[in-house]
């Protein structure tokens, strides 16, 4: 069946330091895959997402890159600040839902 | 008013109460979602509307029963719920169909706890 994991449920980084989070799935014929971030007492927000005819996209301080031939997608940070601490999802657009992994969450250090 | 919003943010309710989960989009979406986070697990979908109508139910227990009276609002009916069913549970819109793309805007989430 489709499923989404993580390697690492806990990534602690220090400030000013690029974070990488790391997410895995099986189903590779998923055309699409959306990165969350859920803080502390809110719902999940969107930060970027990724189609599967690309292999990198930028955002602001946020790159994901898509391997779809080891079926792996990552999340960096770059100058990891505080306000990153939060839980990240990977979401991988399945038969017409969303399928997410369970979170690793990015702590953040001074 | 913007986004997603839930009511109430924290529910604590008995086995053999009823009460319901309120949420309210003011996008202009036409989807609306339910799902249900517990410790550990992935985001676990239970109801899908689109255009008011239900197009996905993913073998939820009975004791929950949406409603979705027009494109802003939706409801979740909880009744006679287990300790188990204790859990974040999310609501969340988006705008269908967007090609093959689109994202979902989620609530803050109401905090359940079954006693």
């Known amino acids: 069946g489709e499923s989404v994991g993580l390697h690492l449920p806990t990534l602690s980084v220090q400030e000013g330091d690029n974070s990488i989070i790391n997410c895995a799935y099986s189903n590779s014929a998923s055309d699409y895959f959306i990165w969350y971030k859920q803080e502390s007492g809110k719902g999940p927000q969107f930060i970027i997402d990724i189609r599967s005819n690309m292999d990198k996209r930028q955002g602001q301080r946020v790159t994901v890159l898509l391997n779809k031939t080891v079926k792996h997608l990552s999340l960096q940070i770059a100058a990891t600040q505080p306000g990153d601490s939060a839980v990240y999802f990977c979401a991988e657009r399945g038969t017409d839902k969303l399928i997410f992994g369970t979170g690793t969450r990015l702590q953040v250090f001074p | 008013e913007t986004g997603v919003t839930q009511t109430p943010r924290h529910l604590v309710m008995g086995m053999t109460n009823k009460k319901s989960l309120k949420c309210e989009q003011h996008?202009?979406?036409?989807?609306m979602y339910w799902y249900k986070q517990s410790a550990k697990k992935p985001l676990e979908l239970m109801f899908v509307?689109?255009?008011?109508?239900?197009?996905e139910n993913n073998s939820v227990p009975s004791r929950f029963s949406p409603e979705c009276p027009n494109s802003s609002h939706l409801f979740l009916h909880l009744h006679t719920l287990q300790p188990e069913d204790s859990a974040l549970y999310l609501c969340?819109?988006?705008?269908?169909?967007?090609?093959?793309?689109?994202?979902?805007?989620f609530g803050p989430g109401t905090r359940l706890t079954v006693t």
């Open positions: 969340a819109s988006s705008q269908e169909p967007t090609s093959r793309v689109y994202e979902q805007y």
């Open positions: 996008l202009g979406h036409n989807a």
């Open positions: 509307y689109s255009l008011e109508e239900r197009v």
